[in-house]
C-alpha cells in the first residue's frame, strides 16, 4: 500500500524567509506525487505535481519540490514566504487507479 | 471552462436521517472521486466513478453510496447519519483514461456537512 508522511504538522516561518515541508512515500513501484494546498474553508489547489519526468518540479506560486528517490522524499519548498501562503499543506501519492492517499497536514504560519 | 461546483456549501442534518450531495465535474472530465475531510486531519478516499460505473472504493461503509450521470456530474448519499459524519465533503474530477495515475484531480470547493 501507498503512503506519506508529512513530517511536520506546524511549521512557522517569517515573511520573505525560505519555506521547508516535508514529505516522506512508501511506494511499490514509481510513485505520482502531489503537493496540495487548502486555505481556510477553501477546497484543495494542486500546487505541484512529479511523475517522473523531471525530478525537480516546479509549482504554482513559486512552489517548488524535488522527488529524492534514494531518500524517498518529496520536500515542498519556497525561496520567500508570502502572507498568503499561510495554509495547511497536503503531500499526496496517487495509486493506479488515481485513488489519492493524502499525508495528516503540515500547517504553515507566516509572520510579519 | 467550468470548474469543479458542489452543491449545497453547507447542511444540518439530524443523527439517522439522509443526505445527498451533488457534484459536477470540469469541463472534458469523465471521473470523479469523493474524499471526506473530518476537521483537523486530511482527507480520506470514499470512492470513485468512471464512466458512470463505480471504480474504487476507500473504507467506508455500504450506506455511503454513490451515482454518476451520462454528464459525468455525481451524487454522494449517506443514509442512516451518525455524528461522525459530520465533515467537509469534497469532490474531485479528472481525466480516467483508464486510471493513468498522474492525471491532475480538481477540487470543488466541498459540502460541509454536520449531524446533530
Known amino acids: 500500500a501507498q503512503s506519506v508522511t508529512q513530517l511536520d504538522s506546524h511549521v512557522s516561518v517569517s515573511e520573505g524567509t525560505p519555506v521547508l515541508l516535508r514529505c516522506n512515500y512508501s511506494s511499490s513501484y514509481s510513485p505520482s506525487l502531489f503537493w496540495y494546498v487548502q486555505h481556510p474553508n477553501k477546497g484543495l489547489q494542486l500546487l505541484l505535481k512529479?511523475?517522473?519526468?523531471?525530478?525537480l518540479v516546479k509549482g504554482i506560486n513559486g512552489f517548488e519540490a524535488e522527488f529524492k528517490k534514494s531518500e524517498t522524499s518529496f520536500h515542498l519548498t519556497k525561496p520567500s514566504a508570502h502572507m498568503s501562503d499561510a495554509a495547511e499543506y497536503f503531500c499526496v501519492v496517487s495509486d493506479a487507479s488515481q485513488k489519492l492517499v493524502f499525508g495528516t497536514g503540515t500547517r504553515l504560519l507566516v509572520s510579519p | 471552462e467550468t470548474g469543479v461546483t458542489q452543491s449545497p456549501t453547507h447542511l444540518i442534518k439530524t443523527r439517522g436521517q439522509q443526505v445527498t450531495l451533488r457534484c459536477s465535474s470540469q469541463s472534458g472530465h469523465n471521473t470523479v472521486s469523493w474524499y471526506q475531510q473530518a476537521l483537523g486531519q486530511g482527507p480520506q478516499f470514499i470512492f470513485q466513478y468512471y464512466r458512470e460505473e463505480e471504480n474504487g472504493r476507500g473504507n467506508f461503509p455500504p450506506r455511503f453510496s454513490g451515482l454518476q450521470f451520462p454528464n459525468y456530474s455525481s451524487e454522494l448519499n449517506v443514509n442512516a447519519l451518525e455524528l461522525d459524519d459530520s465533515a467537509l465533503y469534497l469532490c474531485?474530477?479528472?481525466?480516467?483514461?483508464?486510471?493513468?495515475?498522474?492525471?491532475?484531480?480538481?477540487f470543488g470547493p466541498g459540502t460541509r456537512l454536520t449531524v446533530t
Open positions: 474531485a474530477s479528472s481525466l480516467g483514461a483508464g486510471g493513468e495515475p498522474s492525471y491532475e484531480q480538481y
Open positions: 512529479y511523475t517522473s519526468a523531471a525530478t
